[in-house]
């Protein structure tokens, strides 16, 4: 397999690397590369709009529904690019999670009423799918929701609701059959987090930060017209949600950004006089995280060119997912490891030492969500293995 990219791909990378250059605001993309989160929300929504005023709002759409129409070679450039130059991640709830859902599933009301707001930033969507109790065994999940008359009356609670107090709309999913089995008796809703009887409470991070929170729901009335798909198949949309989910999770673009910083902070740290980056024993576990991107690089690029070729990804979506978790974790210890004593300020100045342990924490998480690593290594033993 050619895992070249082609003149016309390099000169859409040259396109994508000038454009963020010219248009990404310097105050944004200073507090990106700080992990200054003080103004996420602003500055996630300013993106938007600056991306979708230039036609690339929403990579990963059809044109039909306004999206740039790139297949995966160029959506995989597009967020090298963007990684490298400090851009924001776009917020994948609304773009990346429900809208494929509202666009396979969904009625043309629904897809004519809240795909233009998700495109232009104008709606900002949460998750509600984890439970507590109700984690990786989603299907567990008793959040109800029982019909009355035209609307759908929902009690329950939902956890790891992530920057859900920015949002003005959740997707859930609700119990609406008890009696049934459980994958079986599951709805898919789209709640305007505005509703009487919605309370978020905030979820505190070991790093400090306010990112997740927990949702209730006392009865909460949804109208009818708001369930995706039929009631009690749910599921079905749930899976096809997760699957977008994971596309793009091994995060290449971020590991290399922080690779980069670590190969800088390894180079300006000094043990016994000499920078730490001389240091044999250190340089070599730089070089062992590098070859093992390099690595997961390569195999990225045979999924996404196979899939040029109509070859569907099968449990190499679960490789790319626990591979890419692995290295960006291990390049953010190595990162707390070349601060040194340093590391323990977590509030000092300059650039690394305030953001390399928030961070480090911060993403221990990354082997959870979407999946977890075990459940993923499941899914290997049972489709390769044959277990």
Not at 298 to 307: D, Y
Request: aromatic fraction near 8%; proline fraction near 5%; include cysteine.
């Amino acid at each position: 397999m050619d895992l070249n990219f082609s003149p016309d791909e390099l000169a859409f990378r040259a396109e994508v690397r000038a454009f963020v250059a010219a248009h990404l605001p310097d105050d944004i993309r200073d507090r990106v590369r700080r992990g200054d989160e003080s103004q996420v929300a602003d500055d996630l929504r300013r993106w938007q709009e600056i991306l979708h005023a230039h036609g690339w709002g929403a990579v990963m759409w059809p044109r039909e529904f306004g999206g740039t129409g790139w297949d995966k070679t160029r959506q995989y450039l597009f967020e090298i690019e963007c990684a490298a130059a400090d851009a924001p991640i776009q917020l994948p709830f609304g773009l990346k999670m429900v809208a494929p859902v509202i666009m396979r599933y969904g009625t043309p009301a629904q897809q004519q009423r809240f795909l233009p707001r998700i495109l232009d930033g104008s709606d900002w969507w949460c998750q509600g799918y984890s439970e507590p109790g109700s984690g990786s065994d989603l299907a567990s999940l008793k959040t109800r929701a029982e019909r009355d008359g035209d609307h759908y009356v929902v009690n329950g609670q939902k956890a790891w609701n992530t920057l859900g107090q920015h949002a003005g709309w959740i997707f859930c999913l609700v119990r609406t059959d008890p009696a049934a089995k459980p994958q079986r008796g599951i709805s898919f809703l789209l709640i305007d987090m505005r509703t009487p009887g919605i309370r978020l409470q905030p979820t505190r991070l070991l790093d400090g930060g306010h990112e997740v929170n927990e949702v209730f729901f006392d009865n909460v009335r949804v109208p009818v017209k708001n369930l995706v798909g039929e009631e009690n198949a749910g599921w079905t949309c749930a899976k096809f949600l997760l699957g977008h989910e994971r596309t793009n999770i091994a995060g290449i673009g971020a590991s290399r950004r922080e690779l980069a910083r670590l190969r800088r902070m390894a180079g300006e740290a000094g043990r016994n006089g000499a920078p730490l980056a001389d240091n044999p024993v250190f340089a070599s576990r730089i070089a062992q995280v590098a070859l093992e991107l390099r690595a997961l690089e390569v195999t990225n690029l045979r999924v996404i060119f196979g899939e040029a070729r109509q070859q569907a990804p099968g449990p190499e979506a679960s490789m790319l997912k626990i591979r890419g978790t692995e290295i960006l974790q291990r390049i953010t210890e190595l990162q707390v490891e070349a601060l040194g004593a340093r590391a323990l300020e977590y509030e000092g100045d300059g650039e690394d030492v305030p953001r390399a342990v928030g961070h480090y924490m911060n993403l221990r998480k990354l082997s959870i969500y979407g999946g977890s690593n075990e459940i993923q290594r499941n899914i290997i033993a049972q489709m390769v293995l044959q277990l």
